[in-house]
């Protein structure tokens, strides 16, 4: 592979404007701003990390437990999030959702069945080469995600 990264905590908008983003969206959709939803923004922005929203919720409550942030609003706002791209999310089939901003470098990602460890990476090759396939077909690409399924080094050792 060429050029294989994989460090992709760098975010490619800053903060106050993904909350102005985030804010325009709720006026948009006639919903609040509420400290509950900006702190599950913070905590999306600020994770290195690809969080359930389970895991998220529970973050909150340990860091913010006098906010009585429930879970469902975490649930509905990531909805909302992922539905305007500012989250993307990685499914796990049964085992439900994990999400990321949306405002990191393209990445693409390795995902472990069997402890449901996710490593990021960039290829150039793969990359050109999505390129070469669309332009030979005659497609215009707006965004692609790619997800590879398998087991770690880790966890093949301890089969």
Do not use: W
């Not at 294989?4 to 709720?26: A, G, P, W």
């Not at 690809?50 to 919720?57: A, F, N, Q």
């Amino acid at each position: 592979m060429s050029n294989v990264t994989t460090n992709f905590n760098d975010r490619t908008i800053e903060y106050e404007q993904l909350l102005n983003d985030f804010k325009s969206l709720l006026k948009k959709n006639n919903l609040k701003f509420t400290i509950q939803r900006e702190v599950i923004l913070d905590t999306l922005y600020n994770s290195d990390e690809h969080l359930t929203p389970e895991l998220l919720h529970h973050r909150i409550q340990s860091k913010h437990p006098q906010l009585k942030t429930g879970i469902a609003t975490v649930y509905r706002t990531l909805a909302l999030l992922e539905d305007s791209q500012m989250v993307t999310s990685l499914s796990f089939g049964a085992q439900g959702k994990k999400y990321e901003l949306g405002a990191k470098e393209h990445h693409d990602h390795l995902i472990c069945t069997e402890c449901g460890t996710i490593t990021e990476f960039v290829d150039e090759d793969i990359e050109k080469r999505q390129h070469d396939i669309t332009d030979e077909l005659g497609f215009k690409m707006s965004d692609h995600s790619m997800q590879i399924y398998g087991i770690c080094k880790k966890c093949q050792k301890q089969l």
